[in-house]
């Protein structure tokens, strides 16, 4: 049993090609990066996961039975599936509790709500901070933030676009130890970043995406290792 | 640090604490007593309670822009809709009371009523067909465009569009709700004669209760998790929706309560000027509700409330006094908004009860 099956995907922007033919397997567990140049089509990737960009082909399977490229994207996260996206999405006229009570999702019994909204605001280190507007917040913050909102459901499935873009070092080897202490043995954590220091501390594999196809599966360390990747990618 | 798990009613206590809205409903109420205790010139009253009906629809439109970011610029339609079966309910009434049929229907050379007046007679049978026809024109429409994600500046062309159609089928005289003249004439209202003091200020009385009960029920709303939800929605639709709510249905649901809101602005004001004709589907009464609303402060009920008492207020005056002025006056306040006081005129006095609303992320 995979977590998530990418199977032949293909999506196009009118005739330019974002993603040909890319297939991927996470497994239950896995903490999975992908990587690759600017405009290789990651961000493409997690659009079609999250049901914002629908294929041209090719399909998304959740589990074993759910074609998520069948779905809306309210299924889709009813489902299970969360994603932080690249540009910190929070709900500015909202207090990040209000964020955090809406990341619960509406499902979640209202008598549920208070317990994990703080110990969400724990986990986020936005404790102080719970009444105030996210729209003041800094920039890091609203990263945090937006990971605490997608937690907010337990996600199966947790797709984050460069969740340590902009931050301090000392914040990202925060964010880094967050997303080791998220994995669980039926939650898949699919990890898009830039930062080959971070993909490395938390990623059990790697994929490497270059102009819309797959160059490269495996560790790390043989990522490091591989000559096209090094070419088009690591070696610049 | 103590995260504060004693208080999960921090949102909503502040949803009851909005002094603005609570102080209009105050006003509201006293205006209604002082009506009634000790009622000023016939014509003075009568005015209030025009801008009460007003004040009703320019809330109406605040919920779904201020609160949602749905510029609707058709709202007109659903004001009229009140306003056309209420005239019916009127007329119908005074047909069974005089049995003279109104003139617009002699006209015609028809020698009743047409069938689908049948009942109107009744005043509850009204409002509930008022409503249900408001809401039902408003759901068909929301669903349409809402389903196929029609949004922002193509939704409020289209709703532009729909009250212009509108307006030209009710200039038609086949229709059998008055053609370009509209109705008027009306006899009687619950069975008194229509321009006695006593209705005169009944209506006022009424329009006032329900801008107090309108008032309240939308703060209640928008203070509620429902308005949490709709000020995601205005900022960031597709992040609400890849969290797992179908906007769609909070949008149409909205939706909906806005456009029978506005019915019943619409039901409120035809009785209290006498008429209706085509004219209120006229394109560019519904912006002007959005120049209310945005002239008193986008998002703010209480600067809605504002925005139509005073400009109305202002052409009630004006338009007696010097006429032709008035369209310069009215662009110039727009002008005013546009460049000075971006939020609206609740920008004078620093209100801010959210400090990030507004238009869009920051
Ligand atoms: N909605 C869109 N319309 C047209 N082109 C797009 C759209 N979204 C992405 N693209 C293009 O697809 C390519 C991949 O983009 P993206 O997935 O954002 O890359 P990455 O996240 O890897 O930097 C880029 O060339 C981008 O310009
Ligand atoms: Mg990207």
Redesign the pocket.
Known sequence: MTALVVDALTVA??R?T?LDCVSLAVDPGEVRAVI??????????L?VISGI?KPVSGRVMLGDHVDLTKRSEAEIAKAGVRRKF?EPSVFPALTVRENLEIGCGPALPARDRPARIAALLCEIGLGARAEVPAGRLAHGEKQWLEIGMVLAAEPALLLL?EPVAGLSDTETAQTAALIRALRRPDRAILV?EHDMAFVEAVADRVTV?HE?RTLYEGSMAGARADARVIEVFLGR | MPTTLATPAGPARRAVRDPLVAGLVGLCLAAAAALVVAPPAPYLVNALGQLAAFAILAVSLDLVWGYLGILSLGHGLFFAIGGYVCAMHLLAQGVAATGVLPDFVQFMGWTRLPAYWTGLDHAAYALVLALAVAGLVAFVFGFASFRSRVNGVYFSIISQALVYVSMLLMYRNDTGLGGNNGMTGFPLLFGWPMGSPGVVTGLAVAALLTLAGVLTGTRLLVGSAIGRRMLACRDDETRLRTLGYSTTRLKLGIWCLSAMIAALAGILYVPQVGIINPRVLAPDLSIEIAVWVAIGGLGRLGGAVIGAILVNGLKFWLSAAMPEAWPFILSGLVLLVVLVLPNGLLDLVGWRPRPTWLRGAP
Do not use: M, S, V
């Open positions: 922007f009118g330019f974002a690759g140049p600017n405009g290789a089509g990651k961000t493409t990737l659009d960009t690249q676009d898009i995406l819309g």
